[in-house]
């Protein structure tokens, strides 16, 4: 079994589309909003694929007023869950952010996805009272992305 991560784009958007449909059920994006996510300049998406088919995705987008850059959706399909594919793609989306916080949405009630955060350093920051569409609230959590300090060359 080989778990590649990789930048998702266009061509993926069949294969992305029903992955999304099998993880998130009704609250799978429109395929509207996967396009238009997949072609917004600056978007950092990646899938997973092991030995060839894709079983996971994420996607982030930058706040350039807020300096944050938040994580849109993650999702593995659940054959492939516990196995560390989110916890790759989390990571990968983390290597390449050159904003200094990172943020998400994620129910009250995820307790899965919720204990993957915690692991990877994220803290509940605040609740957005019914934020989905069925009423449940979310949790926003936040990690702060380590700042490298390049210390002043030897006078
Ligand atoms: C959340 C999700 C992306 C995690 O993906 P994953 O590939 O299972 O994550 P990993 O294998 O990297 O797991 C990392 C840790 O989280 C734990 N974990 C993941 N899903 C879990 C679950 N449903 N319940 C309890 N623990 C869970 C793993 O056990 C592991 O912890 P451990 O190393 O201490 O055992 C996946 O469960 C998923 O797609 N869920 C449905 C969609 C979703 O809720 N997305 C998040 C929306 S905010």
Redesign the pocket.
Known sequence: MTLTISPARLRDLNALRKMEKV??SEDAWPVIDLMAALFIPGGIHYKAEIDGNIV?FISAENNLFENVTWVT????IPE?????????LMKAVEDVVTHPMIK????KS????I??YE?LGYHTQNTRRKYYSDGEDAFVMAKTKPVMVVPPPDL
């Open positions: 993880v998130f996971g959706t993650v999702g593995v492939y869950r516990n196995q560390g594919v989110g916890c790759s998400l949405c994620v129910r995820n307790s899965g996805a204990h993957l692991k």
